[in-house]
C-alpha cells in the first residue's frame, strides 16, 4: 500500500472516531432485570373486565359489559350510570340483580313470539305492576345457546329481546322507554355443562334502580 494511501486511511479512521464521539448514547438496560420495567407495566395494563356471575344470573356489569343493546335510550343511562356506580364497589363476584328466567321457546332462526311465548309472559302483568319494580329501568335479556357463531347469536338473542320487551310494554301498560332489551347471546349458559340445552335458550327479566 502506498504511503499516500495509508494517510489517507488514517484520516478516515480520525474522522469516523470523531463523527462517533458525537453520537449520544443510549441508557444501558438488562432485558432479564424485571423489577421496575414489570412495575411500570403492571401500572398501565388494562383493567381485567368485571366477568358474569358464574351461576347464570345477571348483574350491571355483565349487561353492560357484554351485552347488546341501544346505548343512546334513558334506560340505557341509567342502567349503564348504576353499573358504574357498582363497579366502585370491591366485591368477589358481581352482585345478581333481582330477575325472574322465564323459558320463552322461539322459531329457529326467529324472534317472533309464539301463543306459548306469549302465556308464558302473562305472568309479569302481576310482577311489574309493583311500584318498586316498574318505575327502575326494566331489563329484558335475551340468551341463546352455543350453536351459531358468537355475533349472530348475540343480534338474535337482542332481536328476541326486543320482541319480548314490546310485549311486556303493551300488557303491562309500561312506556317502552323504561325498558332495556339486551342480547346477550351465549355469553351466560344456564346450564354451562350443556351448553345447547334448551333451557340456555331463554329469556331474564331484571331490574335496578338508579344511584
Not at 139 to 168: C, F, M, P, W
Not at 170 to 195: H, Q, S, W
Amino acid at each position: 500500500m502506498s504511503r499516500t494511501a495509508i494517510f489517507a486511511l488514517a484520516g478516515l479512521m480520525l474522522a469516523t472516531t470523531a463523527g462517533a464521539q458525537t453520537v449520544e448514547q443510549l441508557p444501558s438496560f438488562d432485558i432479564n432485570d424485571t423489577g421496575d420495567a414489570a412495575g411500570a407495566a403492571a401500572e398501565t395494563a388494562t383493567p381485567e373486565i368485571a366477568a358474569c356471575p358464574d351461576d347464570g344470573s345477571i348483574s350491571l356489569e355483565c349487561v353492560v359489559n357484554f351485552g347488546k343493546f341501544d346505548q343512546t335510550t334513558q334506560a340505557a343511562v341509567e342502567v349503564q350510570r348504576a353499573a358504574a356506580a357498582a363497579a366502585l364497589e370491591v366485591v368477589e363476584q358481581p352482585v345478581p340483580l333481582p330477575q325472574i328466567d322465564i323459558e320463552v321457546q322461539f322459531g329457529y332462526d326467529s324472534f317472533q313470539l309464539t301463543p306459548q311465548a306469549i302465556s308464558l309472559l302473562a305472568p309479569l302483568q302481576t310482577t311489574l305492576s309493583d311500584p318498586n319494580v316498574r318505575d327502575k329501568p326494566i331489563l329484558i335479556v335475551g340468551h341463546t345457546d352455543s350453536a351459531g357463531g358468537y355475533a349472530y347469536n348475540q343480534e338474535l338473542s337482542r332481536k328476541r329481546a326486543v320482541a319480548v320487551a314490546t310485549h311486556v310494554s303493551a300488557i303491562t301498560g309500561i312506556p317502552y322507554d323504561r325498558f332495556l332489551p339486551v342480547g346477550m347471546g351465549f355469553e351466560v349458559l344456564k346450564f354451562p355443562n350443556d351448553p345447547r340445552a334448551a333451557g340456555n335458550r331463554r329469556v331474564t327479566v331484571a331490574w335496578a334502580a338508579e344511584p
